[in-house]
């Protein structure tokens, strides 16, 4: 409801409604464009991902690969990837978090 009880401006709620569809879009590029790191076993195994959680690299320290263990090897990537898009998915909610939460304030608009 508009205080007064006027009318909102249609044409002032759609270029906010652009300006935060390009904002968004900006961020979602960078995101696409900021890598993150997790690790696991002390840094045995170290997984890069893109903010937008592409996988981008895996490093594993030769000392993490036995043979006769390949399951503790498979934990640790697992982990670590894992740990990785925790962080990817942390850059997400500081990049578009404060873009998000404006949306539901535009009535009529259906956000």
Same mark, same amino acid.
């Given at each position: 409801m508009i205080p007064g009880g006027g009318q909102p401006n249609m !044409?002032?709620?759609? !270029?906010?409604a652009q300006q935060m569809q390009q904002d968004l879009a900006r961020a979602q590029e960078e995101l696409?464009?900021?890598? #993150? /790191?997790? !690790?696991? %076993? %002390?840094?045995?195994?170290t997984a890069t991902v893109?903010?937008? %959680? /592409?996988?981008? %690299?895996? #490093?594993?320290d030769p000392k993490a690969v036995?043979?006769?263990?390949?399951?503790t090897l498979a934990d640790l990537i697992v982990a670590a990837v894992q740990a990785a898009n925790d962080?990817?998915? !942390?850059l997400q909610q500081?990049?578009?978090?404060?873009?998000?939460q404006?949306?539901?304030g535009m009535p009529g608009l259906g956000f």
């Open positions: !044409q002032q709620l759609l !270029q906010q696409a464009a900021t890598e #993150v /790191e997790g !690790q696991a %076993g %002390g840094g045995l195994v893109t903010g937008s %959680g /592409e996988l981008r %690299g895996l #490093v594993i036995d043979p006769e263990d390949t399951e962080n990817a998915q !942390q500081a990049k578009l978090g404060p873009l998000t404006g949306l539901g």
